[in-house]
């Protein structure tokens, strides 16, 4: 989430040349680029070419966000969130325009039928990935009547059952990044856990979730018709964001290991680890850089600006609320 905080220290940064964002990940950017294939959702519509920006309530982000992004490993870029309407169709069609200047697949939101009907495939060490984006809400906004875009709304269960399969029928593993649940809750609701099973049933092999800005559960869950295991993370917590909840701040990696046989050509789950990351900052949210939580240091807690609201904020603070969500065996802090 690429708070007000966030640009203007960027601009500040480039000294009237534009934005660098690269301080605020310099600090994970390796850990992003050891992945075969990385999935990122990306909150803010990037149309600061076209509008002026903006951040809360209605973001609206520099390009340079993207270029970022794309320069530390992300591979994939999901829109289906809450906030991909903040700027209306301008603001959709500026984004998706500056996309298709990058080497990346977008997914989430689809300038028409036929768009939406293409399902985005990374192909890495011989293992195809198909990823499809879709979320409960959009604020209340909708795109007009008669607008050709399309966004997959997480209510709209055949089409989802419908591009899944299609996914799958085309590709190894079927990736899923959903924008679902309640902001700021550790409680899973009814909704997620009935989609997260369907879709799992309908052929989806790894589920990324995001949208409460806390980190929520980590679940292994098997597929009905073949026994399959299949990482799903109700949501992953802010990867940046100048929130004012120390709880907002403790996000993750999440790493999963897919192995395809030589000889059967079925691909399947080999295993998962999540690593823990601090979105850090100063005092009056100044300086906002994220570090993995192995490098994290009490120090550092200790200076950490969002103690002004949340006292307590430390290692052990954020241990803590990994230890709610994540099981100990799939946990990567050392």
Known sequence: MIHG????????????KGYDFAPVYEHVAG????????????????AGRALPVSGYPLFNSPTEVGDQLVRIGFDVINHANNHILDKGVAGIRATLDYWDTKPVKVVGVYRNDADLEKIRIVESKGIKTAHIGITEMTNGRYLPTGSAY???YAA???????????AKSMADVVVVSVHWGTENTFTLTDKQ?????EMVDWGADIIFGNHPHVVQ???LLTRSSDGAKCPVVFALGNFVSTQLDGKNMVSGLLTVTETKSGGTGKTAYAG???TPIVTHYGAGCSNVTIYPFREYTDALAAQHGVRAYTKDFSRSFIQGIV???????????S
């Open 323 to 333: 230890d709610r969500s994540i099981p100990k065996d799939y946990q990567d802090v």
């Open 156 to 166: 709209d269960t055949r089409k989802i059952e419908h591009l899944i399969k299609k």
């Open 150 to 152: 399309r966004i997959v």
């Open 193 to 197: 856990k009935k989609l997260a099973q």
């Open 31 to 46: 850990l992003i680029q050891k992945a075969d294939v990385s999935v990122v959702n990306q909150e803010t519509v990037l």
């Open 272 to 274: 998962m680890k999540f």
């Open 217 to 219: 559960q980590l679940q």
């Open 5 to 16: 905080t966030i640009y203007q220290q960027a601009a500040d940064r480039a000294g009237g």
